[in-house]
């Protein structure tokens, strides 16, 4: 299935971004563990952040001048806590490894 982006509300304080899809789910994207490594180091600023866009057809979010962009799915698929996708995850056993 591919989601659309209805809108956004990005939280350049918390570097978040709440993002509601056509279905009217309601997603938010917690993006500082990104901001750590490579090119994603260009958002830390929170003016920066804040300029984040809807992409091509509510298909992605985007920030034009840094040329960084991501797909609605993936975004969706991340960080939507579904009732089910909650159980699954109280129930398993994660192991990190360094």
């Not at 978040?16 to 958002?43: C, E, R």
Request: proline content about 3%.
């Amino acid at each position: 299935m591919f989601y659309h982006i209805k809108t956004i509300k990005p939280d350049a304080n918390n570097y978040s971004i709440k993002i509601t899809y056509s279905d009217h789910v309601v997603i938010t994207a917690d993006f500082k563990a990104l901001l750590k490594k490579g090119v994603m180091t260009l958002l830390k600023n929170p003016a920066v952040f804040g300029q984040v866009q809807i992409g091509d057809k509510g298909r992605s979010i985007v920030w034009q001048k840094q040329e960084i962009d991501f797909c609605a799915d993936s975004l969706r698929l991340k960080f939507y806590q579904s009732p089910e996708k909650t159980e699954i995850m109280a129930n398993s056993v994660v192991t990190y490894t360094s």
